[in-house]
């Protein structure tokens, strides 16, 4: 694997680093007149032919063209070396140590450390022509003592553009300290520059007041100017300190960075990629309309950006904008089906550009490629979420087509995925069929969740409670507590799919008239519930302990609520009042206060005509709302998607008639309303 070289690395001592310490080189003289112009020739050639080759555009044909021409230079390099350093040779020989690196660069990324090497290799001939030791020096060293040592004004220019691309291999490698410390050197600046004006700091200074040589017109040609180089060293300088100042939430400084690398040297991708960092920096600012600007600056350079466009989805969904946030996402996930284009890893214009310079992990996160799947998701998600169910349904069947073609299509887990486990795609897929009335359709999605997951758990699973107790809070609601055991961890995450499963085809069957199924549905939804049991070393603990010490118990709990309710609701159907009634009372004690659960046990005991425990019920119901209302909490975590149908079946309309009565009955008992 390529590893970059650290600027304080030292030359190693072997036998490309001492080539005159063979008995052969003692004895060979330094290169001839004939042999130099030879060599001039075969430099000139090598690189006037690259140059002719950049009419063909980047491709297979530019790589194989390049990987040709770093084979020639470096045996034009062997030749040249395999003499004794001198004067003479020196400014062709670093010129075409200078095109052969500037192919390595190109091809790899930046330097592998064996190439790195040839630099310092470089720098220690040019002081053995001077007669200067250099073999114990550290890279850093060896840049001092040949710029400090070295007047010979042949080799000002070969050395300064050796230089630049030393500095491009530092850059990339974000040893910016060894940057700014070896273009003080070039500009022969003793003490840091002070910061310019707009933003611009000591380093991206120095780079513009650095004074490029001037090359001769006899000099040997080379395959990238210095002065192209410069433009695209200042540039890379500013977009990855730009970048750096975003990760880092330093955003005034991080845009005026961003902003200085927007007017610099670079290709269109690399343009629309400091636009999309500048949008996104201006949202962190509070500034949405002006980051929807750059995100569109940016699809308008270069439209495969399309980072930018899941940026705007976001600013979009954070304005409330649904039918826009929408509409980017739809364009997107178009966008993903179509085959992506190779990025062009050479390019015959410029081997060294922006984009091999710049790595961060900022820029990595900002523009990782988003999983077509994943944007399917949030169609479907924002879209359950925005009550326009029919789309919604269109779009989790299309998703759940494409995750069952094969693994290509599934996303692996990680912290930035957008995509839920694949069952909780499909709970809320038949969250959303039932919401449109495909009340068989949702039963179906959920039998596939409860045949997949009949072995996946065991009879009981037993939860040590102090395990688990101070563990943080999951990052998705339903996500086990990181104190749990891996196994234990996807067994509760089964129980809660399955149960959920049940849940909603409970519903279903109720919505299609069946009770008795719906019954059975919940009575099974329940039993699955009863598999677990947080312990302690004293004794098994409540379901509000559970609670309390697990968040994902919170969704457990909730799911036995609804399940209780709906088993109630179904046996009122059928006349079973007094079976109803246990199942509201024990509702109730399963979330104490509850609203639904209150309501749904009042007016079944007002059913039963228990009038006396019914309106102590309603006024108790009354007093708990009024203390809820001069009471502002913390939100709790909100409940997984999936649940919201569910939760707004059991909500009761309010009953006029009913609140009448109850209200008569306090007067003529003598009682306050």
Not at 63 to 77: E, I, Y
Not at 133 to 154: A, I, P
Not at 232 to 244: K, P
Not at 564 to 574: E, I, N, P, V
Request: aromatic share 6%; hydrophobic share 40%; proline share 5%.
């Amino acid at each position: 694997m390529a590893q970059r070289l650290h600027p304080r690395g030292r030359a190693r001592s072997g036998e490309r680093s001492r080539p005159r310490g063979s008995k052969r080189a003692r004895r060979e003289a330094p290169a001839g007149a004939g042999s130099l112009r030879a060599w001039t020739e075969e430099n000139d050639g090598l690189a006037g032919g690259w140059r002719a080759s950049r009419s063909s555009g980047p491709g297979r044909a530019a790589q194989q063209a390049a990987r040709r021409c770093r084979l020639a230079f470096d045996s034009l390099l062997r030749k040249i070396q395999g003499l004794p350093a001198a004067l003479p040779s020196l400014s062709l020989e670093l010129t075409v140590l200078y095109n052969s690196l500037l192919f390595a660069v190109s091809e790899s990324d930046g330097l592998v450390e064996g190439e790195a090497e040839r630099i310092n290799h470089g720098l220690i001939r040019v002081l053995e022509a001077c007669g200067v030791s250099g073999q114990d020096l550290g890279t850093e060293e060896l840049w001092q003592k040949v710029l400090q040592d070295v007047t010979t004004e042949e080799l000002c220019a070969p050395l300064h553009r050796l230089g630049a691309l030393q500095g491009a291999v530092w850059l990339a490698a974000n040893c910016l300290g060894s940057v700014t410390g070896l273009f003080r050197l070039l500009s022969d600046t003793k003490d840091p520059l002070p910061s310019a004006h707009g933003g611009e700091n000591e380093l991206l200074a120095l780079l513009k007041a650095w004074s490029v040589p001037v090359e001769g017109d006899t000099s040997p040609l080379v395959v990238q100017s210095t002065k192209d180089l410069k433009e695209i060293l200042w540039t890379s300088a500013a977009f990855l300190q730009g970048l750096q100042g975003l990760e880092a939430g330093n955003l005034p400084t991080a845009l005026s960075l961003l902003q200085a690398a927007a007017s610099g040297f670079c290709s269109k991708r690399v343009l629309a990629q400091i636009y999309t960092s500048i949008g996104c920096c201006t949202q962190q600012m509070g500034k949405p309309q002006t980051a929807l600007q750059h995100f569109k600056r940016a699809l308008q350079v270069d439209f495969q950006c399309l980072s930018a466009l899941s940026q705007a989805a976001l600013v979009y969904r954070q304005l409330g904008e649904t039918d826009a946030e929408l509409e980017a996402l739809a364009l997107l996930y178009k966008a993903l089906e179509t085959p992506a284009q190779e990025a062009v890893s050479i390019d015959p214009c410029f081997l060294i550009r922006t984009e091999l310079l710049v790595h961060t992990p900022a820029l990595a996160s900002l523009f990782s490629r988003s999983h077509p799947s994943e944007v399917k998701y949030l169609l479907a998600q924002r879209c359950l979420q925005a009550g326009r169910v029919a789309e919604a349904v269109e779009h989790y069947l299309d998703l759940l087509a494409l995750l069952q073609e094969g693994p290509q299509h599934q996303v692996p887990l990680h912290g930035r995925s957008a995509l839920p486990r694949i069952p909780e795609v499909f709970l809320e897929a038949a969250s959303a069929l039932e919401q449109l009335g495909r009340y068989q359709d949702a039963i179906a999605v959920c039998e596939e969740i409860i045949s997949r997951t009949e072995d996946l758990i065991p009879e009981t699973l037993r939860i040590e409670l102090d395990s688990v107790a101070g563990g943080e809070a999951p990052g998705r609601a339903g996500s086990p507590s990181p104190g749990i055991p891996p196994q234990q961890r996807e067994s509760l995450r089964c129980i809660v799919w399955r149960a959920a499963a049940y849940l909603h085809q409970g519903w279903a069957w109720a919505r299609l008239g069946e009770s008795k199924e719906a019954i059975t549905r919940f009575t099974r939804c329940l039993n699955v519930l009863l598999r677990v049991q947080l312990v302690s070393a004293a004794s098994i603990h409540s379901s509000e302990e559970m609670a309390e010490a697990l968040p994902e118990a919170k969704v457990l709990q909730k799911i036995r609520l609804l399940a209780l309710l709906g088993r109630g609701s179904q046996f009122q159907q059928l006349g079973r009042d007094k079976e109803a009634l246990m199942n509201f009372q024990h509702s109730l004690q399963v979330c104490p206060g509850d609203p639904a659960a209150t309501s749904h046990l009042l007016r079944a005991l007002w059913k039963l005509d228990r009038r006396q425990e019914a309106a102590a019920l309603w006024q108790k119901l009354h007093t708990d709302a009024a203390l809820a209302d001069g009471q502002q909490g913390a939100p709790g975590r909100p409940y997984p998607l999936y649940l919201v149908s569910c939760l707004k079946q059991v909500n009761l309309p309010h009953d006029e008639s009913l609140a009448r009565s109850l209200q008569d009955y306090l007067r003529t008992s003598g009682q306050d309303p």
